[in-house]
């Protein structure tokens, strides 16, 4: 989790600088849609300090009050980075309408243009860092900070395009035009966003495959048991709660049933980190014959 905090910490120093280059090609241009990148950028930023300060609160360990951690943290902050998109689009989207009404030629664009390419280079190598680190760290908050740079190089590179097309064709309405295209891609990003980080708090379970990963291992490593029901399990932040009833015949010691759970827990470990393990031991008249099958 350190590490992660890090790499966040990094988030916020990219920025930063990406977004100096960011307004200074709006500065010498006055293009709306290179504010609209821009202003996307400064959401970047916030989003970026967000992620860092919900992973400094997800570090903590469990306490009296939270039994459980505080790894959830990273969901609360991925739907505020969410939200903070949709302001931004709504912003630029105000800035596109204003251009709209009183257009203004582009001045220096070539000066912009390689000011914000240089500024997408850096989020782009950024994003990729981010996205394997957000992997192996399993966190919410890096993957959702990927997620705004991959956003943020995608709509550069429209506005670079809409650039182009604006000096080669002169017709000045294509510029707010762009700005508000972009706006409406960063709303969708933004929402995207939301519903995926309420799924974490909501205690959505992980993916179908993940599920039923856990499932064969278990078959495979419950020899003894009769079968196991009740499977379930969820997310939260790095960690993934797992809890299930292992059903053993009734004259079975408590040892024996013990050592069973013992060689699950350690194959399921072996193969997934982060898991949270609560096994419920039965006797075998609470068999239902369903679930995973001992065989």
């Known amino acids: 989790m350190t590490q992660a905090k890090d790499f966040a910490a990094g988030s916020i120093a990219l920025g930063a600088v990406v977004l100096a280059l960011k307004l200074a090609a709006w500065w010498v241009t006055g293009s709306a849609a290179l504010f609209s990148d821009a202003a996307e950028t400064v959401v970047n930023v916030a989003a970026s300090v967000v992620a860092y300060l919900a ?73 990729l860092l981010l996205f394997r680190k957000a992997r192996n760290f399993r966190s919410a908050a890096l993957k959702a900070d990927a997620h705004h740079l991959v956003a943020d190089v995608v709509t550069s590179l429209g506005v670079l395009a809409g650039v182009v097309l604006v000096i080669a064709t002169g017709i000045a309405w294509i510029d707010p035009a762009i700005a508000a295209l972009t706006a409406v891609y960063i709303i969708v990003s933004g929402v995207f966003l939301i519903r995926d980080s309420v799924g974490g708090l909501m205690d959505a379970a992980p993916a179908e495959e993940i599920v039923g990963r856990i499932r ?54 072996a193969e997934m980190e982060g898991l949270m393990i609560t096994i419920h031991v039965e006797p075998e008249g609470k068999a239902k014959h369903r679930g995973v099958l001992v065989l």
């Open 55 to 127: 992973l400094r609160l997800a570090a903590k360990p469990a306490d009296a009050n939270h039994p459980y951690g505080h790894d959830k943290a990273e969901f609360f902050a991925a739907v505020i980075e969410g939200v903070l998109i949709v302001v931004a689009a709504l912003v630029i989207l105000q800035h596109a309408w204003h251009t709209l009404l009183t257009p203004a030629p582009i001045e220096a664009p070539l000066m912009g243009m390689a000011l914000n390419a240089a500024s997408t280079v850096l989020n782009l190598g950024w994003a």
């Open 216 to 269: 064969d291992i278990v078959g495979l490593h419950a020899e003894g048991a009769i079968e196991a029901h009740d499977l379930r399990t969820r997310h939260a932040g790095r960690l993934t709660f797992l809890e299930f009833h292992l059903v053993v015949p009734g004259a079975m010691t408590v040892s024996a049933a013990h050592e069973i759970c013992d060689r699950i827990e350690a194959a399921l470990k």
